[in-house]
T-cell receptor
Framework: RKEVEQDPGPFNVPEGATVAFNCTYS??????FFWYRQDCRKEPKLLMS???SGNEDGRFTAQLNRASQYISLLIRDSKLSDSATYLC?????????FGSGTRLSIRP | DGGITQSPKYLFRKEGQNVTLSCEQN?????MYWYRQDPGQGLRLIYY???????QKGDIAEGYSVSREKKESFPLTVTSAQKNPTAFYLC?????????????FGPGTRLTVL
């Protein structure tokens, strides 16, 4: 089993839709969690940290489920500009593990 | 403007040559990292450094070398021992000396071996 797994997609959804991705991790000792966004042929950019209590930033909501060992990202009212690859990052304190990413494509 | 710079943006290398990729940051971050990304894949950690004059191997360090003589700089050398060096190389940095803080990335260097 991979240490961090993401559905590669692509998710192809219409503008205005709500879309959610999950990212599962195997190390229960994982301490910190993040979502990054990566545009084609660009560097990843931090989208949000994921806190135990969950957190929201505008149209984006991140959740952590420690019992089931996954994090999620929800995007509401999706925009064309949300089209990108979304990478999850799981840090079990002594390692840094990036997921392979989920591709999202928003269509007009 | 604070940030991370990488140079060059594109680099072409002949087989058997060593090349050095530059990474500089003016964010006053303690930790710096090098990753490799292959098409359709996630990032894999090559080396990281939490403090000047010290660095640790990541998951795929073979065929690579680094130095950390200054806080601001963390160059990566891709040696001829690296069997498949064509990839997108990303440098990152983070606050503090722990490696699980959020990381900020430079724009990357695309290396192609001819």
């Amino acid at each position: 089993r991979k240490e961090v797994e993401q559905d590669p997609g692509p998710f192809n959804v219409p503008e205005g839709a709500t879309v959610a991705f999950n990212c599962t991790y195997s190390n229960s000792a994982s301490q910190s969690f993040f979502w990054y966004r990566q545009d084609c042929r660009k560097e990843p950019k931090l989208l949000m940290s994921v806190y135990s209590s969950g957190n929201e930033d505008g149209r984006f909501t991140a959740q952590l489920n420690r019992a089931s060992q996954y994090i999620s990202l929800l995007i509401r009212d999706s925009k064309l500009s949300d089209s990108a690859t979304y990478l999850c990052v799981v840090n079990p304190r002594t390692k840094i593990i990036f997921g392979s990413g989920t591709r999202l494509s928003i269509r007009p | 403007d604070g940030g991370i710079t990488q140079s060059p943006k594109y680099l072409f290398r002949k087989e058997g040559q060593n090349v050095t990729l530059s990474c500089e940051q003016n964010l006053n971050h303690d930790a710096m990292y090098w990753y490799r990304q292959d098409p359709g894949q996630g990032l894999r950690l090559i080396y990281y450094s939490q403090i000047v004059n010290d660095f640790q191997k990541g998951d795929i360090a073979e065929g690579y070398s680094v130095s950390r003589e200054k806080k601001e700089s963390f160059p990566l050398t891709v040696t001829s021992a690296q069997k498949n060096p064509t990839a997108f190389y990303l440098c990152a940095s983070s606050i503090g000396r722990v490696i699980y803080n959020e990381q900020f990335f430079g724009p990357g260097t695309r290396l192609t071996v001819l």
